[in-house]
Every structure is written in C-alpha cells, then in structure tokens.
C-alpha cells in the first residue's frame, strides 16, 4: 500500500510563491517517476511538472516554465514543487503522483488560491 500526503497548498496574492511538498509513504522505496498534475474547475487535470527517480526534471508544462521548479528528496521520498511568481490561472487543485512500473498512485489534492 502507497500513501501520498501533500502539504502547502494556500491563498496567495499574485506574485507570491507558496512550496508544495508530497510525502511518499508504504511498500514502495523507488518510484520510476514522481510528479505534479493539477485541476482547475471546469477543466480536466494537466501535467504540471515530473522528475525521475535520479532527480532529473523530464517535464515542465509551458505555462509555469521558468516559474516552478519541481525537486526531489530520495532518502525522504519526498518531492517539492517550488512556485513563484504565481499567476490567478494557477488556482487549482495540485495533486501529487508517483509512478511505479506502470501502477500509479495519487495524493488526496490540495488547494492552491492565487488572487489577483
């Protein structure tokens, strides 16, 4: 059994930054890949940021390049997704995931709240 817990989801004016953090917990030790998706109201839930097991970034969805930047904590099986700059168009839920061999595994969602 895998368990994601995510953390640090809030209200932000524009411009701010706020730290998502996932904790990985459970049978597994090593995900192939582990990332960040996100849903707005009305929209169907998006990529926004992956990385490898080995710490290297694979994906990055256009609109937070240069803005967000995702990390990996292998010995805590923890990945971090750092946003600045944030914009009223990434209000959403972020939802955490982990992919393991085919098997995906989803955190539960937290909210993040940009006003302008």
């Known amino acids: 059994q895998v368990q994601l817990v995510e953390s640090g989801g809030g209200l932000v004016q524009a411009g701010g930054s706020l730290r998502l953090s996932c904790a990985a917990s459970g049978s597994i030790f090593s995900f192939n890949v582990m990332g960040w998706y996100r849903q707005a109201p009305g929209k169907q839930r998006e990529l926004v940021a992956r990385?490898?097991?080995?710490?290297?970034?694979?994906n990055y969805t256009d609109s937070v390049k240069g803005r967000f930047t995702i990390s990996l904590d292998n010995t805590k099986r923890t990945v971090h997704l750092q946003m600045n700059s944030l914009k009223p168009e990434d209000t959403a839920v972020y939802y955490c995931?982990?992919?393991?061999?085919?098997?995906?595994?989803w955190g539960q969602g937290t909210q993040v709240t940009v006003s302008s």
């Open positions: 990385i490898t097991s080995g710490g290297t970034p694979t």
């Open positions: 995931n982990a992919r393991y061999f085919g098997l995906d595994f």
